[in-house]
């Protein structure tokens, strides 16, 4: 008989490795209590460790200049497409 694999939520797994970081139980009670090997819960902890130099980089998101790049482009975009309308349009009226 085969053990289905359990999925966890990164919620869950936050909460998890923040208890293993404060330190107040060992990762044997931690296993225990969440049902979970100590080793995941160790590595869940080491990645946030890890990680958690990201969450205050200023380049996170897109910045006023992006948004300013964008803009442009679509304008342009609606400029092409209106001179290519027009240019439809009178060659209709031709044909017709």
């Given at each position: 008989?085969?053990?289905?694999?359990r999925?966890?939520?990164s919620?869950?797994?936050?909460?998890?490795?923040?208890?293993?970081?404060?330190?107040?139980?060992t990762?044997?009670e931690?296993?225990?209590?969440?049902?979970?090997?100590p080793?995941q819960?160790?590595n869940?902890?080491?990645?946030l460790?890890?990680?958690?130099?990201?969450?205050?980089?200023?380049?996170r998101?897109?910045t006023?200049?992006?948004?300013?790049?964008?803009?442009?482009?679509?304008?342009q975009?609606?400029?092409?497409?209106?001179?290519?309308?027009?240019?439809?349009?009178?060659?209709?009226?031709?044909?017709?």
């Amino acid at each position: 008989m085969t053990k289905k694999r359990r999925n966890f939520s990164s919620k869950f797994k936050a909460k998890v490795a923040l208890d293993a970081i404060r330190e107040r139980h060992t990762l044997a009670e931690l296993a225990q209590k969440y049902e979970l090997h100590p080793n995941q819960i160790a590595n869940w902890k080491k990645q946030l460790l890890e990680d958690c130099s990201s969450l205050f980089d200023k380049k996170r998101g897109p910045t006023r200049g992006d948004d300013k790049e964008k803009e442009a482009r679509l304008f342009q975009q609606i400029g092409q497409l209106q001179f290519e309308l027009d240019w439809l349009k009178k060659k209709y009226e031709e044909l017709s």
